[in-house]
C-alpha cells in the first residue's frame, strides 16, 4: 500500500507544476515556443531586451517540469538552461526556477543531499523576491524530501510552512495539496483520523475547484485509510467514486490502480470470486498500456486470492508467472512477495522442501534489497565527505583554516551518522529477518521449524503443564445441510480466521482444524506459567465474536453457528507426525479430557475442568457445574466461566 501513497505523491508534486509530466502536446508547444522565441531574438541582435531572456529561462523551466519524472537527464538539460540564462541577466526567479527542477530531478533519482541543497537554494532565492506561492512549493518540496528519507517529523514540518505560505495568498491548489500530504505522513505514522481529517479537506477544495483528477486522488487516499482500518464499506464506496471519475477521464492507469485496490478489499472480505474479477479486469488494463511491473502485481494478486480459495494449481501458476515477469525486469519488491507466496503454497501442496527453497530465495532477496539500501546511504555519505575535501583545496590559506575547522565538525558528525545509519540498517535488517521468519508459522511452530532446518529432524517433546482448547459448532451437520458447500466453506474460514487472529493475540498455538472442530493450545512450544489465563482469556474472546456474529446472523434471517468451547488443563508430548506431508501434534489424556470438556459444555459457553479451574479462579468468575465421569481419571470437576 504505501508503494501507491508514494507513487501519489509524486503525482501531487507534478500537479502543483505546469502539467502532468511528460505530456507530449505541452512539450511539444513549449519547443516551438522556443525556436520562435530564439528566431526572434536572433533577428533583433543586440537590440533584444532582457525580457526575451527571462521568457527563454522560464520556457527551459516549464520543459525541465515536463521530463523530470520520465527522462532526467533531459530535464537536468533544461533545468541547467534556465539557470544559466537567469544568471547572466541577474532574473533571481529564474535561477530559482533552476535549482527547483535540479532539485526534483536530483530527488527523483534519490540523491536527496544533492536535492535538498538545491531546494533550500531556491527556497531562500524566493525568500529575496518575497515570491510567497515559489515558497510554498519549495517548502512542499522539501517536504517530499524528507518523506523519502523517512523523516516525518521533519516532513510534517515543511508541509505545514507550504499550507501557511498557500492560505495566505488563496492559492486553492496548493492549499488542497498540503492537506493531501500532511495527511499521506498521518497515515504513514498510523494517525488515521488526522489523516482523513486532511484528505476530506483536500478532497472539499478539490470540489470547489472542480478537479476532478484531485478529487479522484482524494477519494482513493480515503479508501486507503479505510481499508486500513478494517472500514471495508467505507473503502469500497471512495475506492468506486474515485473509479467513476477516472473512467470518465479515460485514465487506464488509474482505472487499473482501483480495480486493484477493490479487489484487495474484496479479498480481506473473503469475496473471493468478487477479488479476482476485479483484479483480471486491472490486469487486462495493465497489459494493454503495457505495464510490466503491474503485470507481474496482478498476477501476485491473482495468485494469493486462488491460493485463500484452496484452488493451490492456479495459485501455483499465477504466482509462478508473477515471479517470472518480476525476474525479466528485475523488479526485486515483486521477486521477494513471489517467492514469499510460493513457500506457502508448497507448503499446503506438502511440498515442504520447495517451500524451504523458496522461503530462502524469499530471505536472501529481503536481506539484498536492505543491503542495497544500506550501501546507497554510505555512498551518499562519503559523498558529502568528499565535496567538503573538495572544497577546502579550493580556498585560501585563510579560508582553509575556517572550512578545516568545519570539515573536522562535519567529519565528526559523519562519523556519527555513519555510525547511526549502520547501525539503524543493521537493526533495521535484523527486524525484518524476524518478520520474514514468521513465514515458516505457515508450516509448523517457529522453534520446531527452526529445529527441522538446523538437524533435518524435530524430536518429540514432554510438556507437563499445558491448557488444551476445542471448540466445535452445536449441529453442525444439520446446518450445513442447509447450506451450498461453498457457503459453508466460506463461513468456516471466516470463523476460522477469526480465531487464528485471536489465539496468535493471546500467544497460543493453533494444533489444527478437523471438520468445524478447532483445536489450539497454550504453553507450547515455549512453556509458560500464564497458559491457562491466556488460553480462557481467548475463550472468552472468541465466544464474544461469535455471539456477536449471531446477532447479524439472526437479523439477516440466517442459521447461527452456535459454539461450544471446552479447556483442559494438564501434560502432554507433542512432536511432528508423517514422512511427506508433516503435521505439529499433540497427545495425552489432557487431550482427550479438553474434548470431553468441549462436548459437555453448552452453546455460547466456556467450559473448563478443575486444574485448569485451579489455574484461573483467582483471574475469573467461574461457577461450579458438576463433575464428569472419565475413563482415565474418574470423576472430574467442571466450571462454566462467565
Known sequence: MKRILTLLLFIIQCSLFTATAQDKHLIDSLETQLKKHDAAKKELGSKAPAMYDTTAA????????????????????YAKQCLSVSEQIGFKKGIAKGYHNMGAVNQNKGNYSQALEYSQKALQLYEEVGSKKGMGSMYNSIGIIHYEQGNYPEALKNYFLSLKLYEEIGEKNGIAFSYNNIGLIYNEQGNYPEALKNYYLSLKIMEEMGNKNGIALSYN??????????????????????????????????????????????????????????????????????DKDGISSSYNNIGEVYEKQGNLQEALKYETMGLSLALEIGAKDRIELAYQELAVIDSAMGNYKGALVHYKLYTQVKDS?????????????ENAKKQVADSVKMADEKQLYAIEIKRQKQLKYGFIIGFALVMFFSLLI????????????????????????????????????????FTDF??????????????LVKEIDFCFSAFDNIIHKHGIEKIKTIGDAYMCAGGLPVANKTHAEDTVKAAIEIRDFMANLNKEKLAKGELPFEIRIGINTGPVVAGIVGVKKFAYDIWGDTVNLASR??????????????????????KFTCSHRGKIQTKNKGEVDMYFVS
Request: overall charge negative; hydrophobic content about 30%.
Open 58 to 77: 522560464n520556457i527551459y523551466s516549464a520543459l525541465s517540469y515536463q521530463y523530470w519524472s520520465n527522462n532526467p537527464d533531459t530535464a537536468m538539460y
Open 221 to 290: 487516499n480515503i479508501g486507503i485509510i479505510y481499508d486500513e482500518q478494517g472500514n471495508y464499506p467505507d473503502a469500497l464506496k471512495n475506492y468506486f467514486l474515485s473509479l467513476k471519475i477516472k473512467e470518465e477521464l479515460v485514465d487506464k492507469s488509474g482505472i487499473a490502480l482501483l480495480y486493484n485496490n477493490i479487489g484487495k478489499v474484496c479479498q480481506q472480505q473473503g469475496h473471493y470470486p468478487e477479488a479476482l474479477k476485479n483484479h483480471f479486469l486491472s490486469l487486462k488494463i495493465k497489459e494493454e498500456i503495457g
Open 369 to 381: 534489497m536492505f543491503n542495497m539500501e544500506n550501501q546507497k546511504k554510505i555512498s551518499q555519505l
Open 430 to 469: 535484523i527486524k525484518e529477518k524476524r518478520r520474514s521468519d514468521k513465514l515458516l508459522l505457515n508450516i509448523l511452530p517457529t522453534d520446531v521449524a527452526k529445529e527441522l532446518k538446523d538437524k533435518g529432524s524435530a524430536e518429540a517433546r514432554d510438556y507437563q503443564e499445558v491448557s488444551v482448547m
Open 474 to 487: 452445536k449441529d453442525f451437520t444439520k446446518i450445513s445441510e442447509k447450506m451450498t458447500p461453498s457457503e
Open 597 to 618: 470438556m468441549e462436548s459437555s459444555g453448552e452453546a455460547g459457553k466456556v467450559n473448563i475442568s478443575g486444574s485448569t479451574y485451579e489455574l484461573v479462579k483467582d
